[in-house]
Nanobody
Framework: VQLQACGGGLVQAGGSLTLSCEFS????????MGWHRQAPGKQRELVAL???????DYNDAVSGRFTISRDGTKKTIYLHMSSLRPEDTAVYFC??????????WGQGTVVTVSS
């Protein structure tokens, strides 16, 4: 099982970026998928979750600026980030959780927002 994230990069404050994460290695993807992030010197925090095709949770710091979505196969999720701020700079990790609570983590993708 693998979660492959991509789409990170360097962007100016106020800009936009879209991350994607593809689940592979099993017939069914976890019902809950999402994104966490970890900024330098800080703990990892939730960014957004989606339950099957319905957005479930957003971190208050990104609500209204970030949108999580999932494709029809339910195996790829996206995080569209707009109005980016320097404080959004972090390593973004793709995440999946099964109905029994087993968690999958992908490798991180780095997002850097310059002021």
């Amino acid at each position: 099982v693998q979660l492959q994230a991509c789409g990170g990069g360097l962007v100016q404050a106020g800009g936009s970026l879209t991350l994607s994460c593809e689940f592979s290695g099993a017939i069914y993807s976890p019902p809950i998928m999402g994104w966490h992030r970890q900024a330098p010197g800080k703990q990892r925090e939730l960014v957004a979750l989606i339950n099957r095709g319905v957005p479930k949770d957003y971190n208050d710091a990104v609500s209204g600026r970030f949108t999580i979505s999932r494709d029809g196969t339910k195996k790829t999720i996206y995080l569209h980030m707009s109005s980016l701020r320097p404080e959004d700079t972090a390593v973004y990790f793709c995440y999946g959780r099964t109905q029994t609570g087993f968690e999958y983590w992908g490798q991180g993708t780095v997002v850097t927002v310059s002021s």
